[in-house]
């Protein structure tokens, strides 16, 4: 969990930089203002599987029910935090939208690389 945890946050460092950088050079007229707020929802995310981690294994389930069940807990969260953007700000969706979904797709591809590993040594 722990090379999970420092892969995640190093990836999502980088994913931040990139995105401010890419998303300010290539149309900074539709910079979302609250762009900042991505990373910072992938970072709660590190605690949201460290609950559910904890939980699944406090009722002595397979590691498997964890990544189903966290992998659910995702998705809800973002269409949740999506849907909340939207309709309260409303300017910029796409590109929001846009950075939302790459670092949504470059952070799963991490935690499926990991947790494939992890399974694999056990």
Known sequence: ???LVRTYIIVLSVLTILSAKIVSVITPEHYPS????IPVFYAA??????LIK???EKKGKDR???FLAYR???ILLALVYLLIYFVTVGTDTLVFAVVFMSFYVCLSVVETVLFMKGEKKS
Do not use: E, N, P
């Not at 609250?34 to 707020?37: A, I, K, P, R, S």
């Open 1 to 3: 969990m722990r090379k």
């Open 34 to 37: 609250l762009l900042f707020t």
């Open 45 to 50: 995310m590190l605690g949201v599987m460290a």
């Open 54 to 56: 904890r939980s699944v």
């Open 64 to 66: 498997s029910i964890f």
């Open 72 to 74: 659910v807990v995702k």
